[in-house]
C-alpha cells in the first residue's frame, strides 16, 4: 500500500473553513486541521494510504509544526491511510472511539462492503482497498464522547458518537460557531463523483458513503442528531464543506428523505 502516487493535483487545500478550520482534500477524501487555544493544532482523519507526504507539506505550510495530536472520525481505510505513518515521524498519539479499536489493531476487517449499494465505486477502489487493517500500535488512545475541557487537542470541541456508517464513528461540533465536522456520517457528494469532478460539482447533501455504511437504521439516528444540532458550517470527510443560514434546513431535509436519497435498493425496508 506503500507505493500509491498521489499527483500534486489531486491534493486541494481548502482554507478557512471556519475559524481555525482548515482541510486538505486528498484525491477523493478530505483531512483536517483544528487549531487549539493553546497554540497547537489537531489533525483529524489521516486519508487514503500514501498521504503522508501531502498532508505533512501541507501541515507545515499552513501550521509551520507537527499536529499535538491525531484524531480518527473512524477506522476506513480512506480516512486512516497515513496515520501510522504520521504518528510515527511526529511521535503524537491517535485518538478514536474504543468500538473502533478492533479496526485499528489489526485484529478484526470491517463487515465486508455492500456491492450492490451501485455507483461502480467498489471497482474505482479495489486497487488501493487494503486487505488487512491497520495496526495503529501504541499511539492508540481512547477518545470519550463528550466534552473535552481537560483535552486541550480538542479544546472547544464536543465529541459526538454518531454510529450507523461504522460502530465507534464520531463527529465533532464545537457550538460557539456551530461548525460540525462530519466524518462520513454524511456526504456533500455522491459516491459516484467521488472521482469526477470534485472540484466543480455543487455541493449537496447525501448519505454517508453507502457500500461501506454497515447499520442504516443508525446512520438515519445520526443524521437527525446532528440536524437538531442547526449547523452552520458542515465539513465532510467526502465532498466540499457547506455554509449558511439554509444548512440546517438541508440537513433537516436529508434526515427526512434519508431512505430514498441515501439507502441503498438492496437494503431498504
Ligand atoms: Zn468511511
Redesign the pocket.
Known amino acids: 500500500m506503500e507505493h500509491i502516487e498521489i499527483s500534486p493535483n489531486d491534493v486541494v487545500a481548502m482554507d478557512a473553513i471556519a475559524q481555525g478550520v482548515f482541510g486538505l482534500r486528498i484525491t477523493f477524501v478530505n483531512v483536517f486541521g483544528v487549531v487549539n487555544a493553546n497554540g497547537t493544532w489537531t489533525l483529524i482523519d489521516a486519508g487514503i494510504p500514501g498521504s503522508a507526504s501531502a498532508i505533512r507539506t501541507w501541515a507545515q505550510k499552513q501550521f509551520g509544526r507537527p499536529p499535538a495530536a491525531i484524531v480518527l472520525t473512524?477506522g476506513?481505510f480512506?480516512?486512516v491511510g497515513a496515520a501510522r505513518n504520521l504518528a510515527d515521524q511526529w511521535r503524537v498519539p491517535v485518538y478514536a472511539r474504543p468500538l473502533e479499536f478492533p479496526y485499528l489493531t489489526g485484529r478484526e476487517s470491517y463487515p465486508p462492503p455492500n456491492p450492490g449499494a451501485g455507483g461502480g465505486l467498489m471497482a474505482l477502489l479495489s486497487p488501493i482497498y487494503p486487505k488487512d487493517p491497520i495496526d495503529l500500535g501504541t499511539h492508540l488512545r481512547p477518545l470519550d464522547a463528550g466534552t473535552h475541557q481537560n483535552m486541550p487537542e480538542l479544546d472547544g470541541w464536543q465529541v459526538l458518537h454518531t454510529p450507523g456508517?461504522?460502530p465507534g464513528h464520531v463527529s465533532l461540533y464545537r457550538a460557539s460557531d456551530e461548525t460540525l465536522l462530519v466524518g462520513?456520517a454524511f456526504c456533500t457528494t455522491k459516491a459516484e463523483s467521488f472521482f469526477e469532478a470534485a472540484l466543480v460539482q455543487q455541493p449537496e447533501l447525501q448519505g454517508p458513503?453507502a457500500y461501506?455504511t454497515s447499520d442504516w437504521d443508525a446512520a438515519l439516528a445520526t443524521v437527525r442528531k446532528l440536524a437538531g444540532l442547526s449547523p452552520r458550517t458542515v465539513a465532510p470527510?467526502h465532498g466540499k464543506p457547506l455554509a449558511g443560514a439554509d444548512v440546517a434546513a438541508r440537513l433537516r431535509d436529508l434526515a427526512a428523505h434519508f431512505e430514498e436519497v441515501a439507502v441503498p435498493e438492496n437494503r431498504k425496508g
Open positions: 473512524h476506513h480512506d480516512h456508517h461504522t462520513d458513503p461501506f470527510g
